[in-house]
């Protein structure tokens, strides 16, 4: 017996939490700048119809993951559509994955140079980074999640403290006008969204680690919907509150300084943003830490071998050597638009058709109520 | 004549005064090689000896004993050559010889003389011998048993049994007299409480058995014993509560224990260092502790207790952060005084790693988090000295390793004396010549005493080794690389497992939320009525079930 802990199980909350730390923090940071100039005022109801739209896919994926109990997508995907089309989907998700990892891992360099060290090479900032992601993410599923655990308990407080200080300086006056609604812009913005949702793409593959003898897996998920609604609309009104729509369209990490602006009188603690950016700090890491295990795992399985360890090696460098490639501005956009499109695509196209097509196959799945 | 002999043999030169000093060390040197020689021979020849007694023998058995008590204790003197502690005693029972093999300083006289000795000569000379069996009923003595192997024996006769052979039979008869020199009870040393039980154990393995059991009247404690050491062979004892603990870990403990392979064991580190996971962690994954009260209450809560022969203290598996930030004085203080205490304490570690390395990255890279006044105050005491602020933290940290270890070494008397020098040195001397800044003294200060606030002294010791490389990566990164220290920690610990539980990852797990009841806070005994559900104890309830 080498160890009596299992290693690959978890409970609905246990996943919920994992979910709410994945891309979290660079919700609260990045989201004003990319669904403001888009929405405007209304954004917070592109974050709710986003919420809802995204809930909508994981629910789907769910469902799907219910068809084939106790198999991950690398299993089931073959007697969907075949091996051909499986390779095609799995390297989609791969992209997808190492996509948007790249540009969070290049964004955040960005921000720690900006904020932290502006005399210090962007390239020192993401090598150590990814080189502590990559510790992170050789470790089991078990370590991982209570990692999460950790890092949601030590980041999420001081990260909802410091926005509800920043409210001191909102401005009612900056919410309006209400009216006229821009349905386009928010459902443009409820599209965008996705990068702040992410994460519940996790569930292909740790959907048979999940023990659901007692939570309701899909009731958890909204739990962690819920998370990320509260926390981005913390800091929109945070936001549009202290800066108006028109400033915050013109900043790039309007949250931060927001919390910059927070003066708090006779106390001893100044600049507030670099604990801002401290508390943000662990939602990346576990972010990135999550996903390069996800895409080992996936090819992993694929393959046919036991341990992830040379594949989350081998996906740490890819995602150094692309996220170095984005340090041209209009490159980094660019692929910022690309992640979306993959993320959207893959979400709310490819595996609902996946599930259609199952459906069509065998009608209703054995766990469908 | 005589005296002409003594000369030859004390002085070279007087023999051979026409020698010169090299011819005289030559004689020497061969004089040497020949005593080598015959030394080797006379070990080679035993050795010989011994192996062809062997080749009856069956594995693991030195030799096989005869029913001549004369070819018996030719055995044994080979055995035990040299070993002048070792007695062996000649009388008749009845019509035959018997002998008694003992080891001086380890059975106690009076019991060989009363119990055994007198029992035995006071048997008539017309007393037939029917087997060693027959004494059972004969020596007033509490445990005596026949045994036909050499090995078993040998390994008793050490340990403080008296060995009886009779001629005419080829077994012994090994009889309990163990009486040898021991530490008595005392108070702990380490573990220290004002209020509750001031007993610890000593190192007699019995008498540390004895102060669980008397704390526990529960047939449901179990005690296993296994032998380490291929030369020591040093007892060890697994305790554990069998209707408590979590299937499978007293196997896995016995397992790992077995698996030992060491020639002798001095030291509990030495028994650690093998059952751990990661012996290279600087995380203590096993808890020393030297209080019998500790031991019980850990029992019962579904781990298990090492205990090991002439040692004083007693490890603790499975071990965690949580369960080595906690005291014995927690649950003799006032609930609410010690959920205080515990948070103090989690936050003191935090402290003990990361102040030096915070004060670093504040003042070298963003001097706009300090306030204004304090910012002003500091760039002016820095002015005086000439190293930047890595290198002052580090002569701090130096400094105070020095003195650390001088008052650990020193003895008892003159530490408090080094304390003082070193506060006076730290304190005062340092700042004035001009070598560190005050405030900086007053961090190192605070650093070391939050690392003294943790009652375990293995985990103090872990905290101060990763202060240094924490340190390093902040002059070079600052807040940035204290958060990255922060979640290589983190991963660390939550990778880091003892006995399957992990060792911190469990503190925030939320499926464990029940157990934060007696983790970072305690509530009131009326409360605590489940044991911790990490454990995985087969019980939960501590009410308990009335079982066998």
């Given at each position: 017996m080498g160890n009596l802990e299992r290693r690959t199980s978890m409970s609905p909350a246990q996943f919920a939490l994992l979910f709410a730390v994945i891309g979290t923090g660079t919700a609260v940071l990045v989201m004003p700048a990319t669904l403001v100039p888009v929405a405007e005022q209304h954004t917070w109801v592109s974050v709710i119809l986003g919420a809802g739209l995204y809930f909508l896919a994981g629910t789907i994926f769910i469902k799907l993951g219910d068809c084939f109990p106790g198999e991950s997508i690398v299993e089931y995907l073959p007697r969907i559509w075949g091996s051909a089309l499986t390779v095609v989907t799995l390297v989609i998700f791969t992209g997808m994955i190492l996509v948007q990892t790249s540009v969070r891992v290049q964004s955040f360099g960005r921000e720690i140079v900006f904020f932290?060290?502006?005399?210090?090479?962007?390239e020192v900032v993401i090598l150590s980074f990814l080189v502590v992601c990559t510790y992170g993410a050789v470790q089991d599923l078990g370590t991982i999640i209570r990692m999460a655990q950790w890092l949601l308990f030590l980041s999420a407080p001081p990260m909802a403290a410091l926005l509800l200080l920043s409210?001191?300086?909102?401005?009612?006056?900056?919410?309006?006008?209400?009216?006229?609604?821009n349905i386009v812009g928010i459902v443009k913005g409820a599209i965008y969204s996705w990068p702040y949702y992410w994460?519940?793409?996790v569930l292909l593959i740790l959907l048979p680690s999940?023990?659901?003898?007692?939570?309701?897996l899909v009731a958890a998920m909204a739990s962690s919907f819920l998370f990320k609604i509260s926390l981005m609309l913390l800091a929109l009104i945070s936001t549009i509150g202290s800066m108006t729509v028109e400033g915050v369209k013109n900043i790039i990490y309007p949250t931060l300084l927001a919390v910059r602006g927070i003066e708090l009188p006779g106390?001893?603690?100044?600049?507030l943003d670099n604990y801002l950016l401290l508390s943000w700090i662990p939602f990346g890491y576990i972010t990135i830490v999550i996903w390069i295990y996800i895409a080992s795992v996936t090819w992993c399985q694929y393959f046919g071998y036991k341990d992830h360890r040379p594949f989350a090696l081998i996906f740490s460098v890819v995602i150094y050597i692309a996220s170095m490639s984005l340090h041209d501005f209009s490159i980094y956009l660019n692929m910022v638009e690309t992640s979306r499109l993959l993320g959207f695509g893959f979400s709310v196209l490819i595996i609902p058709a996946a599930y259609v097509v199952v459906r069509w196959k065998r009608g209703r799945c054995k766990d469908d109520k | 004549m005589e005296y002409s002999k003594k000369q030859r043999l004390h002085k070279l030169s007087a023999v051979?005064?026409?020698?010169s000093t090299a011819e005289a060390k030559d004689k020497l040197r061969i004089l040497r090689k020949l005593i080598d020689s015959s030394a080797e021979l006379g070990e080679d020849l035993s050795n010989l000896a011994s192996h062809l007694r062997q080749v009856?023998?069956?594995?693991?058995?030195?030799f096989l004993f005869t029913t001549q008590l004369s070819e018996n204790r030719n055995l044994l003197e080979v055995v035990f050559r040299?070993?002048?502690?070792v007695k062996y005693r000649y009388f008749s029972i009845g019509d035959r010889q018997a002998m008694m093999l003992y080891v001086e300083g380890m059975v106690g006289s009076d019991i060989l003389e009363k119990f055994i000795l007198t029992p035995l000569l006071q048997l008539k000379k017309d007393y037939v011998f029917?087997?060693?069996?027959?004494?059972s009923g004969i020596l007033p003595v509490v445990s005596l048993k026949t045994s036909a192997s050499a090995r078993d024996c040998i390994t008793a006769a050490l340990g403080g049994y008296a060995a009886l052979f009779v001629d005419g039979s080829a077994e012994c008869l090994l009889i309990e007299a163990i009486q040898y020199q021991k530490r008595s009870i005392g108070i702990p040393q380490n573990e220290?409480?004002?209020?509750?039980s001031h007993e610890a154990f000593n190192e007699d393995l019995n008498d540390s058995i004895s102060v669980i059991r008397r704390r526990c009247r529960d047939n449901n404690i179990k005690v296993r014993r296994v032998y380490i050491g291929e030369r020591s062979k040093t007892a060890v004892a697994i305790v554990y509560a069998a209707n408590l603990i979590k299937p499978g870990l007293m196997e896995e403990v016995e397992q790992r224990l077995n698996r030992i392979n060491i020639d002798?064991?001095?030291?509990?580190a030495s028994i650690e260092e093998f059952i751990?996971?990661?012996?290279?962690?600087?995380?203590?994954?096993v808890q020393a502790t030297e209080r019998p009260d500790k031991v019980v209450s850990s029992l019962y809560e579904g781990r298990v207790a090492i205990i090991v022969d002439n040692v004083a203290d007693v490890l603790l598996v499975p071990t965690t952060y949580a369960q080595i930030i906690q005291s014995a004085e927690d649950y003799s203080t006032p609930a609410i005084v010690t959920s205080l205490t515990r948070l103090t304490r989690f936050f003191s570690s935090l402290v003990a790693i990361f102040l030096p390395a915070f004060y670093i990255a504040l003042v070298s890279?963003?001097?706009?988090?300090?306030?204004t006044a304090l910012a002003i105050s500091v760039a002016e005491q820095r002015?005086?000295?000439?190293?930047p602020a890595f290198m002052e933290a580090l002569f701090m940290e130096v400094l105070i390793e020095l003195f650390q270890e001088a008052v650990v070494r020193l003895p008892q008397k003159i530490s408090g004396a080094a304390g003082v020098v070193g506060a006076l040195v730290i304190g005062t001397t340092v700042v004035e010549a001009g070598l560190v800044n005050a405030l900086l003294v007053v961090i190192t200060s605070v650093t070391a005493i939050a690392s003294f606030t943790m009652p375990t002294y293995s985990f103090s010791m872990s905290l101060r080794i990763m202060r240094v490389p924490i340190i390093f990566i902040a002059s070079v990164l600052g807040l940035y690389g204290l958060a990255l220290s922060l979640m290589v920690i983190v991963t660390h610990m939550c990778s880091l497992r003892s006995f399957g539980e992990s060792y911190g990852g469990n503190l925030f797990n939320i499926t464990l939320l029940g157990d934060w009841k007696d983790t970072f806070f305690r509530l009131p005994a009326t409360l605590l009525k489940s044991r911790p559900k990490q454990l995985g104890s087969q019980e939960r309830d501590r009410g308990g079930k009335k079982d066998s």
């Open positions: 932290m060290f502006d005399r210090t090479p962007i409210m001191i300086n909102i401005q009612f006056i900056n919410f309006f006008p209400i009216w006229p609604v994460g519940y793409e999940i023990n659901r003898r007692t939570t309701n106390t001893f603690i100044e600049r | 051979l005064i026409q020698a009856a023998a069956p594995e693991e058995e030195p040299d070993c002048d502690d029917t087997g060693l069996a027959a004494f220290t409480v004002i209020l509750g002798r064991v001095t030291s509990t751990v996971d990661h012996p290279w962690s600087p995380f203590p994954q890279y963003h001097p706009g988090m300090i306030p002015l005086r000295s000439p190293f």
